[in-house]
């Protein structure tokens, strides 16, 4: 059983859709990765939180280190958006990023 | 201007050949890592350096060997290729250990 759990696997959204992707981890952590990963294979890093709420243009992510969540939003989703997200937790012990398998967006136009 | 590089992006080899994957970051970070992706697209630790040191080596077979000739550089060397060995390997830096992480686009490594 993986320690980060991502939800849905796989989302196919229309274009302006509000999407919600979801992150659940076992372990206590001290921070959250997330990351998207483009159809041509490059890693970009989004965000990395450890409490609260952090927004960079039309994404926004979430975390709740209590019930060990956190969420990433898109909103007025574009056909761009299209990408697998990856989140990943560190650990309180902070010896290695624990990765998720990752969500698959597909935004239509 | 590029943050973390990678050469070669594409490399195509036989079982049995020796090869290295070079990594390059001018971020000015401490810290440095390798990753693999596997078919399923999950990233794995190998191992990460911190200011040249290793501080991270998963269980990865000892045909991997890492090098950091300085902070900016970790080059990575296979010995004695095998099939299951082919995966895309990312590069990546961070400020400082476990920090944000900044990646490299990525070697797609075949072996056949």
């Known amino acids: 059983k993986n320690e980060v759990e991502q939800s849905p696997q796989n989302l196919t959204a229309q274009e302006g859709e509000f999407i919600t992707i979801n992150c659940s981890y076992s372990?206590?952590?001290?921070?959250l990765h997330w990351l998207q990963q483009h159809p041509g294979g490059g890693i970009v890093s989004l965000f990395m939180?450890?409490?609260g709420k952090k927004k960079h243009g039309r994404l926004i992510a979430t975390i709740n280190i209590q019930e060990k969540h956190s969420s990433l939003h898109i909103t007025a989703s574009h056909p761009r958006d299209s990408a697998v997200y990856i989140c990943?937790?560190?650990?309180?012990?902070?010896?290695?990023?624990?990765f998720g398998t990752g969500t698959s967006l597909t935004v239509i136009p | 201007d590029t943050a973390v590089s990678q050469t070669p992006k594409y490399l195509v080899t036989q079982m049995g050949n020796d090869k290295s994957i070079k990594c390059e970051q001018n971020?000015?970070?401490?810290?440095m890592y390798w990753y693999k992706q596997d078919s399923k697209k999950f990233l794995k630790i190998m191992f990460s350096?911190?200011?040249?040191?290793?501080?991270i080596n998963e269980t990865v077979p000892n045909r991997f060997s890492p090098k950091s000739p300085d902070k900016a550089h970790l080059n990575l060397h296979i010995n004695s290729l095998e099939l299951g060995d082919s995966a895309v390997y990312f590069c990546?830096?961070?400020?400082?250990?476990?920090?944000?992480?900044?990646f490299g686009p990525g070697t797609r490594l075949t072996v056949l």
């Open positions: 990546a830096s961070s400020q400082a250990v476990w920090n944000e992480q900044f």
């Open positions: 372990v206590g952590i001290s921070a």
């Open positions: 939180l450890s409490s």
């Open positions: 990943a937790a560190l650990p309180n012990t902070g010896n290695q990023f624990y």
């Open positions: 971020l000015g970070h401490d810290t």
């Open positions: 350096y911190n200011n040249k040191e290793l501080i």
